[in-house]
């Protein structure tokens, strides 16, 4: 067989120009049988490692492997043709790096401006292909070229110089003369460096052009060099090629004409046909071969360089981690250290000795010290609370450091969890930070690392189902209706397929040949990297410069950098990495703290001992609104069934309402267990296979029902009796999602050997259905663990300062599930006075008072009335003195603009002053504009005259509660569905109460009414939507429903929620018409059997006066002002 | 939602030339009818109500007439314009007497005073939703809130001030007309009216810079006959000469003359639609100048024989020769940024044939190309020995036009014994698609 190898790969990392992934390339290229395979996107090395993971991966399923090469293709500003670059080595491949960085650095975001003149700087150790342009196409640098001229880049600090525009393009014309010229230039730098790279892609004058080439190649003394020039693995992509080109070039299919290529022949071939189309000079082929055998690079030469910056002089880096270690030991844990603890420890440290990973664990101990203590020179003693999440909980080492809150030994967690020889990856460690103050912490790492050795992980932004359709629809020239219809019926952004059933949802049809085109492409770009964007927080630390190991972009802010790889990236090449992460949680327990500091001057922190009964008992009634992690419709009907009584029941708490254990099916079982409604057993093999209590040491702690992402793992190794390498691949396959494939492969290999081995069908089914839910959503123990401590801090802020906690999630807002109107209501519900927002008593956040009856009632602030700016209400607090005595005092004083005056007044802020919204908006229209004449601005208010009115029409009480929901999306004094009550009632529809009230409660409620539903009754209920959640892909849908007398929460399960989809996703106010479900711990849920959209009702509730004019569709209601058309906020949605 | 309901995308342009329309009906009402878009009339009938039988009978007809034209109407009137759209919008069919307005309107929707909707919306955040309670407070109270502009507009709604119709202007046009006393009938004086109505046309044109890509003459008939003549032209003109010549060649051409009847009392000639034109001076270059001829030679040539007989090739930009080009109205062409490719190099052959066959034809080849000893290619019954080949040059059809999968084509350039050239395909390719390998050939070269 002839052998071959293709180094002219663009995958789809050349973003709309290839349209195969990296690894379809790699797998392409083995079952082809190629000798190399050499992966060179445009201007970026973004994809390489994706081929090299396949790589590895297919290395461990057979021996002959093409071999992998890492390159690029250089584009060039100046005219110079495309150059294909491979590094020979790792310091070539530094400078490689190195250039495009340097080519970023200097480009508008996303794109790389390079000469020829850099390539020649960095040109050693590379081998250089040119590859002549098509005078038919390729003319693709041009735009870029013109940008340089337009915006001055060319002459900008660090630029290329400025190019003379004639000669970019007589090199781009490509005569043969300036090809020959352009090879001895770079031959003279880099001898027996240098290719001519030939393709034949059918243009019909083949055969001519080659021999050009030939004569060039003889006179410049290069070799020819064969390549396809390959832009998607097989031909089938020819029409997802053209569809992207389109979408980069902005055209429809029908407007593209020779924009597209004229055949689909820019595929990856097999050796023989290559062979055939180079019949005339298999010398050009076989350079393909010698070219590959040049390179001795590849990205395993990569990997730990860890940071060695906080090792102080004189120590080994093992050295001064077993001095912080034992330091930290003494403070964790006062008085006598256990003999279990110190063997740990000891344990640990060896491994991590071993593994020579300690500056690992200083550099992240470093960040957290920071944030715990501060920098000395600064001085600030404000910390900022942080918390290790992820399996670094596993590690006593980390919890001694004072990295994470949990101990690891009490808990049992198991080290080996967290770093283990087998799995030779670089521990990860992620770190949150309180969110509002995380750009501290980065601040200190560039302070400290600098910014050529500290950058941002990339993030890959792929296509989405609804970005996808949306293209590929306009490329079709479908209007933006039908592409809208399209993407309407899918569910959030998310998701990785497009259903017929989704297609039929946007009422098209499926089988309509266009639709079925849009359809089919639609499906293959889901999943295509679209840009690179930088990561929220994963920091990427190196020892030497980061851009000699990954090229670097500049990111939108300023001094700010990010590498082309994302996470499993760097986990790939074993890079050091950190997530430095923003918990919105964090934030609040902080706010809380320093609230109840001032208020009532009481310490807390987070190494809290978490035994306090009348905390867990609280949380048995499911009273969690705000409580971290547990406040979801989900967790809050989980908690009664689960009554937690330690924190260890929090820790599976938090990990039960899952994906994986719901989908796996282990919830009940559980349950069932716990409450000893059904023993506790074991599954075992039969008896031959292995011992039957093989699997009591994985699954003792959740009584036989694995719950955890780990669990599952060890079950894949016990019961399936996966190797560790095979075990790895799962793990991987199931941290990607998109590898939707790979996951079926091991699906037969668990379930089947399990049930080989003895196991019941079913168990072995559920445990993989399971490990499938894990997928992007699993939860170890140990990341349970450390989130169960916070729930059980914010639980108890909660619960001893209720006033505090309802203030400080009030001002970390959006965070959580809930919208302020139900963090307001439920501080009510637990005694808590809220008073409205005043200009005489309000901060821009909302702050506590003193309710003069010993305890403290909530203030809300500034910040809860939309559409006013922060600036304006630090002005207005710092011109307060004593207080404002009017409007008029409020502009002269505070010279807040006539619109900020207006937006108080709507939002009813000058209660204190005895006004209401009515009398105050009717005071504001007297003021004068803002944009008065300078001449006049000195007679502001103080000028005009008392003026003697007569009274306005008092404001109904619905009035007012619609406009403080459009104002403050709350409201103190109603909710808005008591103006409709009449209304429904008429149609027989059940209030909240009606339907789920507490059937036990004593006494009922304030009217003394019992709630009329029980478990198996029909009824309707109506309400506003709060909240829509669709956890994981089980296709069931939770809504919370709000009125005046409480919620209600309704169940739809999937078959019902493609009929109503529509109305479930854009609805604000709904009928549901459903069955009452009782459980026996009391919580009731509406399964919905029909749903009505009655967001209509809400507008009329706007009709003020309720004889509403017959003619509307004229003036006035065509022209709503802006803030009536919203009357009710949006429902949070989860996914 | 609703089965029967049809949605149509809004064409504002087509609504409000459909006003004007309704507008010009009206004018048998009373001459001052002014526009209120995007969908009202005022019409001021001051003085003209008894020739209708009174005001409610007038109202009455007016919206009758126009019901039965399938318009859905709402009308009403008042003394003041601002009352009678308040009561047509919110209290059809209603007529206040003379100094009756302010109590006509008073229980209306504070919207009906058609106020900006910031301030309706300041009016029903106070609490003053009806238009009595607008027109109860007091004069200073408002206008320190809402300006003089707004208090005008109240009172003038109320009938307190005169805010008064403006008829419809006269819409932006360039036209000339003619009215003769004594209809006219002789040819020699429609030709000399049509001469001297192009040259003020051309006046007009001239002063705004522009000219006319439409034109239109109008000969209205005594007995009330309209007929309309319209030529159009490649580039903007504005030379009395060439608009004359262009009619003339469009009447002489005329299928069915005109027929003056009773003689025509009115020729219009007009502009219906114009472009901005560079001033006609004259050019030194010679080879826009014979551009701008052969213009002028299509347009005449079309004026004559019909735009749609008159062609041009227009390069289309595609990979498949025999959509590569489409022959087009000649005044429609376009200077397309797609040119004909020139990647020839010098002394190559060309890469397309100079001729194409209407539908490529199959033949036969005897030996696969390119072969050895000279394989013969049958083709209409003559055999031909092939000396020369070159290629393949695969080009894919347009996978998104068809219903079903299109055979790619491999061509060829092949020459043979005799030195003819021609441009041989072959359909499919082989072990990839599923095609039978049918040769055809689409052209000839010389």
């Not at chain 1, 001229?149 to 600090?157: I, M, V």
């Not at chain 1, 292995?690 to 009591?696: A, Q, R, V, W």
């Not at chain 2, 009174?54 to 039965?68: D, K, P």
Request: hydrophobic share 40%; charged share 25%.
């Amino acid at each position: 067989m002839t052998a071959f190898a293709e180094i002219g790969v663009t995958t789809n990392f050349s973003f709309l120009r290839g349209a195969s992934h990296p690894q379809e390339f790699v797998a392409q290229a083995a079952g082809y049988g190629y000798t190399a395979i050499g992966i060179a996107d445009r201007n970026t090395l973004a994809g390489v490692v994706r081929a090299y993971s396949a790589h590895e991966e297919m290395k461990e399923q057979t021996d002959v492997l093409p071999k992998l090469l890492i390159g690029a293709r250089l584009v060039f500003v100046d005219g110079t043709p495309d150059i294909l670059v491979y590094p020979t080595d790792r310091p070539a491949y530094g400078r490689l790096c190195r250039l495009l960085s340097e080519g970023k650095l200097r480009a508008p975001k996303g794109e790389c401006l390079l000469t020829l003149a850099d390539l020649l700087r960095w040109q050693d150790g590379l081998l250089l292909v040119v590859m002549p342009p098509h005078p038919r196409r390729d003319r693709t640098s041009i735009g870029l070229q013109e940008k340089v001229w337009n915006d001055g880049l060319a002459d900008r600090d660090g630029g290329p110089g400025s190019i003379p525009k004639e000669s970019f393009e007589t090199r781009l014309r490509a005569e043969p003369d300036e090809i020959e010229m352009l090879l001895k230039q770079l031959l003279a730098a880099a001898p027996d460096r240098v290719w001519l790279g030939v393709s034949q892609h059918m243009q019909g004058d083949d055969a001519r052009r080659f021999e050009t080439w030939r004569v060039v190649a003889g006179r410049a003394r290069v070799p020819l060099i064969a390549t396809n020039d390959t832009l998607y693995h097989r031909y089938e992509r020819r029409e997802l090629q053209d569809v992207v080109t389109c979408i980069r070039e902005g055209v429809t299919l029908n407007e593209a004409g020779r924009r597209i290529e004229a055949n689909a022949e820019r595929h990856l071939k097999a050796p023989q046909e290559m062979a055939e189309l180079f019949a005339h000079a298999p010398e050009a082929i076989a350079e393909t071969v010698r070219f590959a055998d040049r390179i001795a690079f590849s990205l395993a030469q990569l990997k730990y360089n860890y940071p060695d910056e906080p090792v102080p002089k004189g120590k080994t880096p093992q050295q001064h981690l077993e001095d912080l270690v034992w330091q930290g030991a003494r403070w964790r844990y006062p008085g006598l250290l256990p003999d279990t603890v110190r063997e740990i420890l000891e344990k640990e440290l060896a491994l991590i000795a071993k593994m020579e990973i300690a500056q690992y664990f200083l550099t992240v101990h470093d960040i957290v010290k920071f944030a715990r203590e501060g920098e000395k020179e600064e001085g600030k003693a404000q910390t900022i609370l942080c918390q290790g999440r992820g399996s670094a909980a596993n590690s006593a080492v980390c919890y001694t450091l004072g990295i994470t809150s949990i101990d690891p030994v009490q808990m049992d967690l198991l080290f080996e969890r967290f770093v283990s020889e087998e799995r030779k990856e670089p521990p990860d460690i992620d770190v949150d930070f309180e969110h509002e103050r995380r750009e501290e912490v980065i601040q200190y790492i560039y302070r400290r690392y600098g910014h050529h050795r500290a950058a941002l992980a990339a993030t890959v932004i792929h296509y989405r189902p609804r970005s996808a359709v949306r293209e590929v629809a306009k490329v079709f020239g479908l209007t933006e209706d039908i592409a809208a219809d399209l993407a309407s019926g899918v569910w959030g952004s998310w998701g990785s397929n497009l259903s017929d059933a989704q297609v039929r949802q946007g009422k098209l049809d499926p089988f309509n040949l266009v639709i079925a085109r849009v359809v089919k492409c639609t499906r293959e770009l889901i999943g295509f990297p679209r840009h690179l964007s930088q990561h929220v927080g994963g920091f990427v630390l190196t020892n030497d410069r980061l851009d000699e190991c990954v090229p670097v972009s500049p990111a939108t802010m300023e001094n700010r950098h990010f590498i082309e790889w994302d996470k499993d990236d760097i986990d790939a090449v074993r890079m050091m990495k950190v997530d430095v992460l923003g918990l919105g949680m964090l934030t609040c327990i902080r706010k809380a703290f320093d609230l109840i500091k001032r208020y009532q001057n009481q310490t807390l922190d987070l190494n809290m001992t978490a035994n306090n009964p009348a905390v867990y008992e609280m949380l048995q009634k499911a009273d969690a609104i705000g409580v971290f992690q547990v406040e979801s419709r989900a967790q809050m009907s989980m908690l009664p069934r689960m009554q937690p009584e330690n924190l260890y029941d929090l820790v599976i708490e938090v990990a039960i309402v899952r994906p994986g254990p719901i989908q796996g099916g282990m919830v009940h079982p559980y349950l069932r267990r716990r409450d000893g409604i059904e023993t506790v057993e074991y599954p075992s093999p039969s008896l031959e296979h292995g011992k039957p209590d093989e699997l009591i040491p994985v699954l003792k702690k959740t009584l036989g029902i694995p719950l955890f992402q780990e669990q599952a793992m060890k079950l894949a190794m016990v019961a399936a009796k996966f190797t560790s390498t095979e075990a790895n691949g799962l793990r991987r396959a199931m941290a990607t999602f998109r590898n939707l494939g790979t996951i079926n492969t091991f699906k037969d290999k668990f379930v089947g050997r399990m049930i080989e081995r003895g196991y019941e069908a079913d168990f072995a089914e559920r445990c993989f259905k399971q490990i499938e839910g894990f997928g992007s959503y699993g939860f170890p123990e140990s990341h349970a663990a450390s989130f169960a401590l916070l729930v059980y801090v914010s639980a108890y802020i909660k619960r001893f300062h209720p006033a505090a906690f309802a203030c400080a999630l009030l001002n970390s807002q959006p965070m959580g599930f809930y919208a302020p109107a139900e963090i307001v209501r439920d501080a009510r519900e637990h005694d808590i006075e809220v008073r409205h927002v005043d200009v005489n008593f309000s901060a821009w956040d909302n702050t506590l008072e003193q309710d003069g009856k010993g305890g403290l009632a909530l203030r809300l602030g500034l910040r809860q009335v939309d559409g006013f700016q922060e600036k304006w209400a630090i002005e207005l607090v710092k011109q307060r003195g004593n207080r404002y005595g009017t409007v008029g005092d409020v502009a002269r004083r505070a010279k807040l603009p006539k619109r900020a005056l207006i937006i108080l007044a709507e939002a009813d802020c000058f209660q204190s002053q005895n006004k209401d919204r009515r009398a105050t908006l009717w005071d504001v229209r007297r003021l004068a504009d803002d944009d008065a004449l300078p001449l006049f601005a000195h007679q502001f208010v103080e000028e005009q005259p008392e003026e003697e009115i007569a009274p306005l029409p008092v404001m109904p009480e619905s009035e007012h509660v619609l406009a403080d929901y459009q104002m403050l999306r709350l409201s103190l004094r109603a909710h808005l569905m008591k103006f409709l009550r009449g209304l429904f009632q008429s149609e027989g529809v059940l209030s909240c109460w009606d339907v789920s009230g507490d059937l036990k409660a004593e006494p009922c409620n304030e009217e003394g009414k019992r709630p009329i539903c029980k478990d198996g009754d029909s009824a309707a209920c109506a309400g506003i939507v709060l909240t829509r959640q669709m956890p994981g892909d089980a296709g069931v849908v939770f809504i919370t429903l709000s009125d005046e007398t409480g919620i209600t929460n309704v169940v739809v399960w999937p078959r019902l929620v493609e009929e109503f989809r529509r109305e479930i996703m854009g609805a604000r106010l709904l009928v549901v018409e459903g069955k009452v479900q009782c459980s026996s711990q009391g919580v009731v849920h509406l399964v919905a059997e029909r749903i009505v959209d009655r967001t209509a009702e809400l507008e009329r509730l706007s009709e003020d006066d309720h004889g509403a004019p017959s003619f509307r569709s004229q003036g006035a209601a065509r022209h709503h002002h802006p803030r009536n058309v919203r009357v009710v906020p949006k429902s949070r949605d989860f996914h | 939602m609703l089965p029967a309901l049809k949605a149509v995308t809004a064409n504002e342009q087509a609504d409000l030339k459909l006003l004007g329309r309704i507008a010009d009906w009206c004018e048998r009402f009373t001459p001052f009818v002014a526009l209120d878009p995007p969908r009202g009339l005022l019409l001021d009938v001051t003085g003209a109500t008894h020739l209708f039988g009174g005001e409610q009978a007038m109202l009455g007809r007016i919206c009758a007439n126009l019901e039965g034209q399938g318009f859905a109407v709402r009308g009403g009137m008042a003394g003041s314009a601002l009352a009678a759209r308040a009561l047509a919008r919110y209290r059809s069919g209603s007529v206040a007497a003379p100094g009756d307005e302010a109590k006509a309107i008073a229980g209306l929707p504070v919207e009906a005073l058609l106020l900006d909707p910031v301030t309706t919306h300041a009016f029903r955040r106070a609490g003053l939703k009806r238009v009595d309670q607008v027109a109860g407070r007091d004069r200073r109270e408002l206008t320190s809130r809402f300006g003089a502009r707004m208090v005008f507009t109240l009172d003038s709604a109320l009938g307190a001030t005169e805010a008064p119709i403006l008829p419809r202007a006269p819409l932006p046009d360039y036209r000339a007309e003619r009215n003769f006393p004594e209809p006219v009938m002789t040819e020699d004086v429609i030709r000399a009216t049509l001469t001297e109505l192009a040259s003020s046309l051309c006046e007009i044109l001239e002063k705004r810079g522009e000219g006319a890509r439409c034109l239109e003459a109008a000969f209205f008939r005594a007995d009330g006959i309209v007929r309309r003549i319209a030529v159009e032209t490649g580039t903007p003109v504005r030379d009395p000469a060439i608009i004359e010549r262009l009619f003339r060649e469009r009447l002489d051409a005329l299928a069915d003359p005109l027929d003056p009847g009773f003689g025509y009392d009115l020729i219009r000639l007009s502009a219906s639609r114009a472009e901005r034109a560079e001033a006609g001076v004259a050019d030194f270059d010679a080879d826009l100048n014979a551009k701008r001829e052969i213009r002028f030679l299509i347009d005449r040539l079309a004026a004559r024989f019909g735009a749609q007989r008159i062609l041009a090739f227009q390069p289309n930009d595609t990979h498949i020769p025999e959509y590569a080009f489409a022959a087009v109205p000649a005044q429609q062409i376009q200077e397309t940024r797609i040119a004909w490719e020139k990647i020839r190099r010098p002394g190559e052959a060309p890469r397309r044939p100079l001729r194409l066959l209407t539908k490529p034809e199959p033949v036969s080849l005897l030996r696969a190309i390119p072969g050895s000893n000279a394989p013969h290619m049958r083709w209409r019954h003559a055999q031909r020995s092939v000396t020369h080949a070159e290629g393949p040059e695969r080009i894919a059809m347009e996978w998104w036009r068809h219903q079903d999968p299109q055979p790619t084509r491999d061509y060829h350039r092949i020459e043979d014994a005799e030195g003819r050239r021609s441009w041989i395909f072959r359909e499919g390719i082989p072990d990839r698609e599923d095609f039978s390998a049918q040769w055809r050939i689409q052209g000839m070269f010389a």
